[in-house]
């Protein structure tokens, strides 16, 4: 068994078996302070003075006078002794309890007396046998209760430290595994059942398992994925530098013109990859500031609209109030900026593209925009937020990009204790709607 039941079982078992020995220590000399006699001796020197007492009286007064000795002794001393006439009748009426006379229960001691007539009687005296010696006072009780005491202690002790150290060892076991590299390591019922600190500890240790194994899971998809769109704008490249070899001289522009197109988009792609990394890990501490988002979007607007080439879908933006919010200014407009600019990429030219602001009760904002576009699958909405990830209609890099804008923007709204949800709408079209907490 580990160290530490050992350790716990010992001071256990220890401080109950010392608190044991302490009490009967004090318990011993306190008794010994106020009853100098054993409870034998004690009764015994009464039994013998009550029996002188009632000689005594019986020989000067009778039985009466007996039976008045008899009466006035203690309860306890009274219900052990008892005199007979020479017909067998108990003085008091206690006939009764002869079944106490037969000599297994008790110990007899049995005395003839006479009274001033001549007349004979017998006076018997009843006393315990000796207790046990688990029950016997003194020190050799003591010690026999004190062997009984360590027993039960060991006991009690064994099944507490049992109970204490068990989840200690699964929660090592758990985590000797995950740090191996087995992320599907759990500690697992029964003890996640349990509703003690351990059982929370047990579920903390499971949810960071499993997040675990899903950052893992997800960083493996990602390195495939970005192994798979660096592979064709690097064939393309490729491809136009063996065109451009071919030409023996000639003019190589429509070659140069691609390459510097497809080293474009490599360079677009690497700083995709590292803000989804830098949004998703945390790994940059934000740097916050109290802003108006409504202003932000405000200025958003402005500037993606100058952008935006005669005759694409328009821009409508609904009146907001004041909207004040503590967050990364330039991580919101990132992500803010990838949904506008996700919405109008798949609005046609008769579209338009629409933003609006519904505060809720939290208090919290959540804003939408709306487009006009072909819409998402419904078996595919919980899945455009996935890294690399294309609706099959827009797989195409000019309408679909690399699949990395809603990802990057929903990583950032989660590190602003935000989230995004993705709709569709009727009759046509998609709505995003980022909902962010608001200053109170």
Not at 99 to 105: I, L, M, Q, T
Not at 209 to 223: D, G, H, I, S, V
Not at 283 to 303: I, M, Q
Request: charged share 30%; net charge neutral; glycine share 8%.
């Amino acid at each position: 068994m580990p160290k530490l039941f050992w350790k716990l079982f010992l001071a256990l078992w220890l401080s109950i078996t010392g608190f044991a020995a302490v009490s009967a220590m004090v318990n011993l000399h306190l008794a010994r302070q106020n009853l100098p006699d054993t409870p034998e001796v004690a009764f015994d020197r009464g039994a013998r003075k009550a029996g002188l007492l009632i000689a005594e009286s019986l020989r000067r007064g009778g039985e009466p006078a007996a039976r008045n000795v008899i009466e006035g002794l203690p309860r306890g001393m009274r219900r052990q002794v008892y005199l007979f006439d020479d017909s067998g009748r108990e003085v008091l009426g206690r006939e009764r309890f002869s079944e106490r006379f037969d000599g297994r229960r008790f110990h007899q001691q049995r005395e003839s007396l006479a009274d001033g007539q001549g007349n004979r009687y017998e006076l018997v005296v009843l006393r315990r046998p000796p207790p046990l010696s688990l029950l016997e006072p003194g020190l050799r009780g003591i010690v026999h209760r004190l062997l009984l005491a360590a027993v039960i202690a060991a006991l009690v002790s064994f099944f507490l430290a049992r109970y204490l150290a068990r989840p200690l060892e699964s929660l090592g076991s758990a985590s000797r595994r995950l740090a191996t590299g087995d992320l599907s390591a759990r500690v697992g019922p029964p003890l996640t059942g349990r509703r003690d600190e351990f059982g929370l500890l047990a579920r903390d240790f499971d949810d960071m398992a499993m997040r675990l194994e899903r950052l893992q899971k997800a960083n493996t998809r990602l390195l495939r994925d970005v192994s798979h769109e660096l592979r064709s704008p690097l064939a393309r490249l490729r491809v136009a530098l063996e065109l451009a070899r071919g030409r023996n001289g000639e003019p190589v522009t429509a070659e140069l013109d691609r390459i510097e197109l497809e080293g474009e988009r490599l360079e677009t792609l690497v700083d995709q990859v590292l803000d989804l990394l830098r949004e998703s890990s945390g790994a940059v501490p934000l740097t916050t500031e109290r802003f108006d988002l409504g202003e932000l979007l405000t200025d958003l607007v402005n500037v993606v609209a100058y952008e935006v080439p005669e005759g694409a879908a328009p821009i409508h933006m609904d009146e907001m109030g004041p909207l004040p919010v503590d967050a990364d200014r330039e991580l919101l407009w990132r992500a803010f900026e990838n949904l506008l600019r996700n919405a109008l990429r798949h609005t046609g030219p008769s579209g338009e593209v629409r933003i609006t602001a519904k505060v809720a009760d939290g208090p919290a904002v959540t804003v939408c925009i709306a487009d006009e576009g072909p819409g998402v699958p419904p078996d595919e909405l919980a899945r455009i937020f996935d890294p690399f990830y294309r609706v099959q209609e827009a797989r195409d890099r000019h309408s679909g990009g690399h699949g990395l804008g809603l990802a990057i923007a929903a990583a950032a709204l989660r590190r602003h204790h935000g989230q995004l949800e993705a709709r569709n709408r009727e009759p046509t079209g998609l709505e995003m709607a980022a909902t962010l907490p608001l200053v109170q």
